[in-house]
């Protein structure tokens, strides 16, 4: 129980994010690109990016889920660690936005994957998405 504590603590303290497009415009990706970066500098809340899913405790998603990458976000959703988190960055991963109603598309990213985080835009903001990792955070 004790260490099960630590280790919460911990995925608090630093969580370690994975960036997953699923089909975005890039919009949104050169934003999470840049909330990574030393202006808005998310590694002060100890946020660092972590390039595969079992290293990962947080899931930054942006775009909508297209029928191709269906059973890829969700071998990457299984693949990451429990506890985990889902952040939807942008309109498209919310519910599929200018692309909603095509033929490969299939919605936003709560249609396959329970999302904890909503951050809204097109593209979402920097700070924004900064905010809402931390807001996450807070409510863990």
């Not at 599929?96 to 598309?105: E, W």
């Amino acid at each position: 129980n004790m260490l099960n504590k630590l280790a919460r603590w911990s995925r608090i303290k630093s969580p370690w994010i994975l960036h997953l497009n699923s089909g975005a415009c890039n919009a949104c990706d050169i934003e999470i690109v840049a909330a990574l970066t030393p202006r808005f500098d998310v590694e002060r809340f100890g946020i660092l990016l972590r390039a595969t899913p079992r290293h990962a405790d947080v899931i930054v998603a942006s775009g909508p889920v297209t029928r191709q990458m269906r059973d890829r976000i969700v071998r990457i959703y299984e693949q990451t660690p429990d506890p985990k988190f889902v952040i939807a960055v942008g309109a498209c991963a919310m519910s599929g936005c200018v692309y909603r109603g095509a033929y490969n598309i299939m919605g936003g990213l709560d249609q396959v994957i329970p999302v904890n985080m909503y951050v809204p835009g097109c593209p979402a903001r920097p700070d924004a998405i900064v905010d809402g990792v931390v807001k996450l955070l807070g409510k863990l």
